[in-house]
Structures are given as C-alpha cells and as structure tokens.
C-alpha cells in the first residue's frame, strides 16, 4: 500500500536556529508533493506545492526564504523551517499525492521551538 | 477559488444514533472530493475518497455520496461507535495543473456511551 515516512516526528529548536523535516514516499510514485502547517485550531495551511520539474508554488505568508522545499525526485522531499521563532510551532505535515489523486500524509513533525 | 465547507466545531453523539457530517463544495471544474479522519495524537488517514462513476465510497461503516447538483459529500454512518471519535475532514482536490487541495476547517466528532 501506499506509505509516507516523513520524519523527525518531533524536535525542538532554539530560537533563531534552523530545522530540517523529510518525506519519503514508499509504494508509490508521488506526482506532488504538499507541505501543510496545522494550526493550533486544526486548520491546514498549505505552505506550498511542489512537483517535481516544476517551479514550487508557495502560498501567501509563505516564502521560499523562510520554508526553502527540495524536491529531488518522485519519492523525496524535504523542507527546512529557517530562523524558527515562537509562531513557527506546530505540527508540519507533508502530503505526498498518487496518480489516482489521492493525498496520503507522513505522521507529522511537531516543532517546538525554545 | 476552489473552497470547501463542512459542519464546523464539536459534534457530539450518543453510541449507537446515526452519523451526519455536512460537506459542501465550490469548483470551477469537477473535483475528487475526500473524507481524512484524524484521531488524537495521529497524522490524518484517508477515510473515503469520490468516485468518478457515480458509485458510493464506503470503509469503516461510513460512506458517502457525491452530488454533483446540490455540491455536496455529506459524511453518513449508520451507527457510531466510541472508536469514531475524532477530527474529520473534507477535502477537495481540483483537476488544474497544480491539481491544489482545499481542505475545510475539520469537525471534531465525539461519541459517548
């Protein structure tokens, strides 16, 4: 079946310094692949879109400066939260899309940042 | 823009009675629409995903039925147990070149015995 590893489940950071989260796609061939922050009230906000050859396409309030995404291949991502402050926590969730259109999600990494 | 709406805020059932969870969309082309469940301390699953044909998507007791006409995917169990306790939520999936997904705000459904 179709699996996404993303990892670490859980850091914490101090203030000012950088964190790198990664998701890896098994069984499956990922066309895309979303990366989500889920807020305190459990929405989702997108924070970006990446498919692989093409330009990542990232929302409002997100930039590539702050959340730079590396897409290397169909079954890897990474993103990196840089210069983590106090509204940077939460629970980062990536979502790895098969060619059926579905949208399977890594077990989350929870940033905590001291 | 794309947009979904479900039934917001804290839903709270008796075991046994049945299970609604409104969902309704706005798409400029004909979407997928998703069912996610998150229970506590868990990423979100893949509860039910919309068929192309018209069939009913049904896993876990819960099923639902897309309705082109009304632009719904209402979420319907016929008896809930305590086991259901969780976030749900309703997604949709666009048929664009970046093939986005909207999700809506989730709905907290709690079973008591």
């Known amino acids: 079946g179709a699996l996404v590893y993303q990892y670490p489940r859980r850091t914490i950071c101090k203030s000012g310094t950088s964190m790198r989260m990664e998701c890896q796609a098994v069984g499956f061939q990922a066309t895309s692949v979303a990366w989500y922050r889920q807020s305190p009230q459990k929405t989702f906000e997108l924070i970006a879109l990446s498919t692989v050859n093409s330009a990542i396409k990232y929302e409002q309030n997100f930039t590539q400066e702050k959340f730079p995404i590396s897409h290397p291949n169909l079954s890897f991502s990474s993103m990196t939260v840089l210069n983590a402050y106090l509204e940077d926590r939460g629970l980062y969730l990536c979502?790895?899309?098969?060619?059926?259109?579905?949208?399977?999600f890594g077990a989350g990494t929870r940033l905590s940042v001291l | 823009g794309d947009s979904v709406t479900q039934t917001e805020g804290l839903v709270t059932l008796t075991e046994g009675l049945p299970v609604m969870l409104n969902c309704t969309y706005q798409?400029?082309?004909?979407?997928?629409l998703f069912w996610y469940v998150q229970h506590l301390n868990e990423a979100p699953k893949l509860l039910l995903k919309s068929f192309t044909d018209n069939k009913r998507p049904e896993h876990q007791g819960f099923h639902a039925t897309l309705h082109k006409s009304s632009s719904s995917f209402h979420l319907q169990k016929s008896s809930a147990q305590l086991s259901d306790s969780a976030l749900y939520y309703c997604?949709?999936?666009?048929?664009?070149?970046?093939?986005?997904?909207?999700f809506g705000k989730g709905t907290s459904l709690t079973v008591i015995p």
């Open positions: 979502g790895a899309r098969d060619s059926q259109n579905t949208l399977y």
């Open positions: 798409s400029t082309y004909s979407p997928f």
């Open positions: 997604a949709l999936s666009d048929q664009t070149g970046y093939q986005n997904f909207y």
